[in-house]
């Protein structure tokens, strides 16, 4: 079935009379993959750029942060430090010791685990309750909420959180205040939508006047957007759609929204390649100032920041996430950078582009 309405969806694109070419921006490491895997690009007409954005908080995760969870691992007694597992190996250009990720801190003696969800970091704090955990959170509002959960909920005193969250629309508002663009209309990300509501890329629109569709992770839900998108721009007529109504409602999820809003505030933050976004990162709010890891250790937020550089030499993760360059363009990809041995962020995480692009078999 969806395979059928995918294919009519792109005999639908195919027909569209499109006389010049149209760059079309994806938000999202799960759109991102479907659109590779399904060999997307390939089955639509050449005018039709696909282009991956910031998608993958793993990679604009600022080094400083990465930095310091090494610290915190390598020098306070007594500390477990807890992450989403892609985060432990992605490589930082600062080190101590020749540590270059909270893998290799690991190897060098810190106790660094890989968490799949927030209630394994509760979990191990309770049955460790002698030692301090921090759990590194990097993630979009669609981690973040979980964690707002977790924290709404109550966790033991030995919890710390180290924040590193990330709000996803400042990052496309900030590449649609370019003044060269490098997309003409994007596709919403489903999931956050989910979280947030449509509503959160409205702006999209009524402040840039560019085609918005949010779509869902099939083939066939990812071309009713691409389909939409290229209608808006050939008709004229410039609107959000929603092609993934069956779980985007309006307004998102009221519970989860609330739970950010009472947990979390919202402070500048810097992207990791890209700099700092205004209003784009969610740090813990001043009543869980007990769980804050970067007060607990602030001589190591302090070096963190000393040392924060950008991404390691040679890699041009930063213009992949900005949606500039594509993986492929990479001097470094499949030659000195895979996902065995990956330079840079988006080589590491599932969520990031150059690693969708090789495991799709993607070479060119
Ligand atoms: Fe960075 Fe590797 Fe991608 Fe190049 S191929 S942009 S070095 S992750």
């Known amino acids: 079935m969806a395979l059928d309405d995918a294919r009519q969806w792109l005999d639908k694109i195919r027909a569209l009379p499109l006389t010049s070419p149209v760059r079309i921006m994806n938000v999202c490491g799960g759109h991102e993959r479907s659109i590779s895997m399904a060999g997307l690009r ?50 930082v250009n600062v080190s101590s010791k020749s540590v270059r990720s909270l893998e290799q801190a690991k190897a ?9 969800s927030p209630s394994e970091a509760v979990r191990i704090a309770k049955s460790e309750p002698g030692k301090t955990v921090v759990f590194f ?67 999209v629109v009524d402040r840039h006047g560019f ?5 869902g992770f099939t083939p066939d839900s ?24 069956q779980v985007v409602k309006p307004h998102g999820n ?4 609330r739970l950010i809003e009472s947990t979390l505030t919202i402070v500048d933050a810097p992207w990791r390649g890209i700099g700092i976004i205004p209003a784009s990162g969610l740090e813990l709010r001043a009543d869980y100032a007990q769980h804050n890891a970067r007060l607990r250790f602030p001589v190591h937020a302090e070096n963190a920041r000393k040392n924060a550089g950008a991404m390691p030499p040679g890699c041009d993760c930063a213009r992949v996430v900005l949606g500039r360059i594509k993986p492929v363009d990479c001097k470094l990809y499949g030659v000195s950078c895979t ?10 995480s599932d969520e990031g582009a150059c690693r969708i692009w090789w495991s799709s078999g993607i070479r060119t």
């Open 339 to 348: 996902p065995r041995s990956p330079v840079g962020p988006c080589m590491v």
């Open 254 to 257: 009221p519970t989860a929204r």
């Open 137 to 203: 959170v990097a993630g979009f509002e669609t981690t973040c909420a979980p964690v707002a959960g977790m924290l709404a909920e109550g966790i033991p005193d030995n919890l710390l959180l180290l924040m590193s969250g990330r709000l996803t629309w400042p990052a496309v508002a900030m590449l649609l205040d370019y003044e060269t663009p490098s997309f003409d209309a994007l596709i919403a990300p489903g999931h956050v939508s989910t979280v947030m509501g449509p509503e959160e890329w409205q702006f």
């Open 211 to 215: 085609p918005a569709a949010i779509a």
């Open 42 to 91: 390939s089955a639509l007409p050449d005018m039709i750029d696909l282009i991956p954005g910031p998608g993958c908080p793993v990679c604009v995760c600022p080094e400083e942060d990465i930095y310091q969870a090494i610290q915190i691992g390598l020098n306070e007694p007594d500390s477990i430090v807890v992450a989403f597992g892609d985060m432990l190996r992605v490589p």
């Open 222 to 245: 990812l071309l009713a957007a691409i389909y939409s998108v290229l209608r808006q721009k050939l008709d004229g007529r410039i609107f959000l759609d929603n092609c993934y109504q």
């Open 108 to 116: 060098a003696g810190a106790d660094i685990r890989p968490i799949a």
